[in-house]
């Protein structure tokens, strides 16, 4: 992977598009030079840069369709980028995929378990792949958190669009990864829910964890996140530290939005 130049990733703002904050750095888990994928004519990640640092939570946003999605792909190898690089926890994304995916927990989008086991049985599954010692009890921690004891016994395929969403959280992190990777995890939430959700992500990172969070509810991510990225049309217009925007006067949303409209007409 080349070398990223730190002091030439700014935006026109004089934001670093690392996604640290100024000063000494921690160890970055996540590092992305000049990444590119394309869908033969379109392009859905172009030519993005950053870095994201231990104990982060950090969100990256941007309309539907910007490439959010397409990112986590790659960064958990499950699609080859069409040019640049991408490290993991140290790991070489295209020639890495499958350590990636042991060591992280990761949230797809829009992902189902399986159809024809029950809520346990698919814990169960997880937890043996993942050769985890006290499943039950680690499952049982989740149903309880979650709110969901009562479909345990369920089959996957009759839960609803909500719980579904609850299982595949639990499976995210029922092995306590040190790096999520999670695709709008709260878009089939109730309010209340999303506060449980909330509540955990920002303790887990409280505990030295590191969370990449896509989304598009730009509320949340000011409230959670400690930095952020947005792309737009697959081009990285900004990253830095929501700090920076608290510090100037100016919330997230608005922010967001002035350069996507920007971007929009450039």
């Not at 104990?55 to 499950?78: A, C, H, R, W």
């Not at 400690?226 to 990285?236: C, D, N, P, Q, V």
Request: hydrophobic share 40%; with cysteine; charged share 25%.
């Amino acid at each position: 992977m080349r070398n990223v130049n730190h002091s030439s990733l700014r935006d026109s703002s004089g934001f670093f598009l690392d996604g640290g904050v100024r000063g000494e750095r921690m160890s970055p888990v996540l590092e992305v030079a000049d990444l590119s994928k394309a869908y033969g004519d379109v392009t859905a990640v172009d030519h993005v840069s950053l870095l994201v640092d231990e104990g982060e939570l950090f969100g990256l946003l941007g309309p539907n369709g910007s490439g959010k999605t397409t990112m986590i792909k790659v960064l958990t190898g499950q699609i080859r980028p069409t040019g640049g690089s991408a490290r993991v926890l140290g790991l070489d994304v295209e020639r890495e995929g499958l350590k990636v995916r042991e060591r992280v927990g990761i949230i797809p989008e829009q992902e189902s378990p399986p159809s024809f086991l029950t809520a346990m049985e698919y814990l169960e599954f997880v937890g043996a792949v993942r050769k985890l010692q006290d499943i039950g009890e680690k499952a049982e921690y989740w149903f309880d958190l979650l709110e969901f004891g009562d479909k345990k016994h369920v089959l996957c395929k009759d839960l609803s669009r909500g719980t579904r969403q609850k299982l595949m959280f639990a499976q995210a992190f029922i092995h306590e990864p040190v790096l999520a990777l999670i695709d709008e995890p709260l878009i089939n939430f109730d309010p209340v829910m999303q506060d449980v959700i909330k509540g955990y992500l920002s303790e887990y990172v409280r505990k030295g964890k590191t969370i990449f969070l896509s989304t598009h509810i730009l509320e949340v991510a000011e409230e959670i996140c400690s930095s952020f990225a947005i792309l737009h049309s697959g081009k990285l217009l900004h990253a830095g530290p929501v700090a920076d925007l608290t510090a100037r006067g100016t919330h997230l949303p608005e922010f967001f939005l002035s350069l996507v409209r920007k971007d929009h007409h450039a």
